[in-house]
């Protein structure tokens, strides 16, 4: 046998271990004003119907541009129709919100600080009073036009990243005790209703914030944080290929499962993750993404309930809004719609069964898996490396048992050549803006492309074979 030839064996009389699809539970967007645009409706609906996503979580829906509270001639004014717009087209395609319950009502803050081109207001609240009976009669409105019946299956989530001074002017103790009154006041208006945080940025507060929610009897019924590769390893001024340099493989699972011990048996909400924290980085747009994404999320299996993508459309704002067709945003789609290498990464895994199976073999940058369900076995296999680790193409060799006996089999790849909008979108040289028929052209250009796959039979072994660039992943359907 080749040497250059990389060996996994699937065992297809293996038992199937449940793989339930945890990442499709959330996706993140921007903040709640987005979500009243037409073009944003329309990429959410797609990406339910093609990833499967079943909440999405943005920040700002508390904030003055939402005018859920604000103060007009010395008298509180509540406006919850903005807020019920958002609510009324995600139940309308099947969605669900994760609601964050972010940021200040100026009227209710106690200073000026603010965060992001919207000006979220990240103070406490300066009198914790008013604010409790502002979100009792936000919740109380929702349970009246909605039911109990659905509101007990959203997700309330007590602000967004406060062990960051970007996000929180407080302290770690302010936030607690701000947590403990707002998830009191949610359980006044149903015990049935779900509340959790610390919603902290780089994993941290888990271990202090659970003991003090039994320590105080403040109810939560989730634990959520973000992570990023990059969270930890930045220095001021370092680009995001020196920061990931700096990192180490699989170092989100390494992260997941920590929290997940800190939890002490609460189910964890990654309510932010990518592959990087740089809004603005070449990377979100190559299909160095697709696999980096596929990797990270088959790796959460059992250690996390939901995975929040950050995010799903580059209809984004928090600096400003890029009018670049591709611009290096954390969407999955770019702001015309069209899919990055990372949207069809997660197409890909929408795709796969609901059962793992057991695949043997090791190697540094090649990882193979092997899921079933509906009939069929699909085999997902990527070639990734950290920037600056090396990497190179591979030729991998999948044996598949005496069972695959007699299938029929078809491979796609994301890579250089092979859905890959953004490299095509270079190759026109770039335009700052797209015509309606480069739209199409480029949407034809992401699409993922399947082709016939040789199943061979050679010295009584059942056997593939796939060549894999840097970078690349490949999903392989066998139907028997």
């Not at 989530?157 to 770690?172: C, H, R, S, Y």
């Amino acid at each position: 046998m080749d040497n250059a030839v990389i060996v996994f064996t699937l065992d297809k009389n293996g038992d199937a271990q449940p793989f339930p699809h945890f990442w499709e539970h959330t996706v993140g967007s921007d903040h709640a004003t987005m979500a009243l645009r037409a073009d944003w409706q329309q990429q959410m609906a797609r990406c339910h119907k093609e990833l499967g996503f079943k909440h999405v979580r943005f920040h700002g829906l508390l904030s003055d541009d939402m005018g859920t509270m604000m103060r007009e001639n010395d008298q509180d004014v509540y406006s919850f129709f903005n807020t019920d717009q958002i609510w009324d087209f995600l139940l309308s395609i099947g969605m669900r919100p994760f609601v964050e319950l972010s940021f200040m009502p100026t009227t209710l803050a106690s200073g000026g600080d603010i965060v992001f081109h919207y000006k979220g207001n990240i103070t406490p609240p300066r009198d914790v009073n008013e604010w409790n009976f502002f979100i009792e009669k936000l919740v109380r409105h929702w349970m009246e036009r909605y039911g109990v019946d659905e509101v007990k299956e959203w997700f309330f989530e007590v602000w967004n990243e406060p062990n960051l001074d970007a996000f929180w002017k407080g302290t770690q103790q302010q936030y607690f005790s701000f947590y403990e009154n707002t998830a009191n006041t949610i359980k006044k208006v149903s015990p049935l209703l779900k509340v959790g945080g610390p919603a902290t940025a780089d994993n941290e507060w888990i271990a202090e914030f659970v003991d003090y929610c039994e320590k105080h009897n403040a109810p939560v019924d989730f634990i959520s944080t973000h992570h990023y590769p990059t969270d930890s390893f930045g220095k001021p001024g370092d680009d995001t290929i020196t920061q990931l340099s700096e990192s180490e493989r699989s170092v989100l699972r390494k992260e997941a499962a920590e929290v997940k011990a800190k939890a002490k048996g609460k189910p964890v909400y990654y309510t932010e993750w990518c592959t990087s924290s740089n809004p603005f980085d070449e990377l979100h747009d190559q299909p160095y993404a697709a696999a980096y994404i596929i990797k990270t999320v088959i790796e959460a299996q059992g250690l996390v309930e939901g995975y929040s993508y950050w995010t799903f459309s580059d209809i984004f704002e928090e600096n400003y809004f890029s009018s670049i067709p591709f611009h290096g945003g954390f969407g999955l789609l770019n702001i015309y719609g069209i899919p990055k290498p990372a949207y069809r990464a997660f197409q890909l895994l929408h795709g796969i069964g609901d059962k793992q199976l057991t695949v043997s073999g090791q190697h540094e940058t090649v990882d193979v898996w092997a899921f079933t369900g509906d009939g069929e076995t699909r085999i997902i296999a990527v070639n990734s490396a950290l920037p600056r680790h090396d990497i190179k193409t591979e030729t991998v060799r999948i044996e598949l048992g005496t069972a695959m006996n007699g299938g029929t089999a078809s491979v796609c790849y994301i890579d250089d050549n092979n859905a890959n909008a953004p490299k095509v979108w270079q190759d026109m040289g770039k335009p700052d803006s797209l015509l309606p028929a480069q739209v199409a052209q480029l949407e034809q250009a992401s699409a993922l492309v399947y082709k016939e796959a040789e199943i061979q039979n050679k010295d009584g072994k059942i056997f593939m074979e796939i060549t894999l660039q840097p970078q690349a992943s490949a999903c392989i359907v066998i139907a028997l």
